[in-house]
C-alpha cells in the first residue's frame, strides 16, 4: 500500500504505462470493458481509488466520472478509503455466517480495538467485514490481504493478528 509520502507522480507513470498497453482510443467499443482492469491495476499501485485517481482513469478511458465512481461503489473489493497495511476481511456472506463468522469479527474488533471498517491509527491494520468470498468450504473465512484463511474460529483470531504482528515486528527491527 502507498502512503502519503510516497511520490504519486511515479505511480501515475506506472498506470499510464499500464493503460498504453492497452491501446485504449475514444473511439474503441472496448474501453468500457477495460475499466475493471484498470482500477485493479489503479488500486493495487495507490492502495486504494481517491476521487483524484478516479477522475485521472475517467479522463484516460475517456469516460465520465460517474461511470467510473459508478463501477467502484458497485463492487465490494473497490475502496475510496486508505486501508492498513494488514487488511483483515471477514466473510459475513451466509456460509460463514452460519458458521460464526460473527463471532469472529467480533474477536478481531475486540483484539485490534477497531470497528468494521476502521483503520488502526498507526496505519498497520484495517478491519472490514464483506459478503461473500466464493470460499463456502472453507467457512468462516478471513481473508488479509490476499491471503485466505479458512475455517477460522474466534479462538484463531488471535494467532492470525500475531503472525502479521511478527511481520510488522521483523521489517521494522
Known sequence: MTTVTEDWGELYKKLDSFMASLSITARDPRRKGHLIKVLHRAQHYFGYLPEEVQKYVAEKLFLQHSEVSGVISFYNYFTTEPKGKYDIS???GTACYVKGSDKVLSEFEKLLGLKDGEVAEDGVFSLNSLRCVGACGLAPVVIVNEKVHGRIDNKDV??????????EGAENE
Do not use: S
Request: with cysteine.
Open 158 to 167: 488471535l494467532g492470525v493478528i500475531a503472525v502479521y504482528k511478527n511481520k
Open 90 to 92: 471477514v466473510c459475513t
